[in-house]
């Protein structure tokens, strides 16, 4: 019974011990969790004052505005033709370019934009939206340029501009994608220019970027 009472003692102290050692394993994780989800934040912290420093903003056009009147245009329209030239007209003002306008009408229609741009030598097709096209066109928007995505797939393919900001993940098109100036012709009620690109197209080999240079 002698013998028994300090084995039982041995057993309870090293039982005791071990879970000492797994506390303090647990607290050290704890720790450098903590460390590490610490310095993400301040990296992304930084990233993001530079990313927003870095940044240069179009001219000083609203362009939730120009959503708004794009989808009051469509309501009063009464001409097939009425406010299809209305992503000309924001373009050639906020970037101040000249190959969108018409004499006639005042600025091209929406669906003359993609044959213009591919014969302007003031123009670089990027090619198919890739990761690396996409990150390119954001780059040059970033930094004061004109960026587009065009549907090639049909004669009035749709057109967006690539809004200058961060580009997000998109879980349906398994890529990091950026905000987009949209006005839907079709459906004038879904346009916006605050939104992810995967919400104005779907993903498409015939979806084609394009930079003014």
Sequence with gaps: MKKIIPLLLLVICLFACKDEQKEKTLDTENKIESTDDNQEKEAE?????????????????????????????KKAATERNDCRN????????????????????????????RPIAERSKNWLQLGTVTQQTIDQALEHTNRGGLALII????????????????????????????????????????????KSLSYAMKKSDDLKVFVRQ
């Design 45 to 73: 912290k930084k990233n993001n004052n530079y990313q927003t420093s870095s940044v240069v903003k179009p001219a000083n056009i609203d362009l939730d505005k120009e959503v708004e009147n794009f989808i009051m245009c």
């Design 86 to 113: 209305s992503i000309s007209k924001t373009i050639t003002e906020v970037f101040e370019v000249t190959e969108f306008k018409d004499q006639k009408s005042g600025y091209v229609i929406y669906d003359s934009i």
């Design 151 to 194: 549907d090639t797939s049909e004669t009035y393919g749709h057109v967006v501009v690539v809004v200058p900001g961060e580009s997000k993940k998109s879980g349906s098109w398994g890529m990091k994608l950026p905000n987009v100036l949209s006005l839907s012709n079709y459906k004038p009620e879904k346009s916006f220019s605050d």
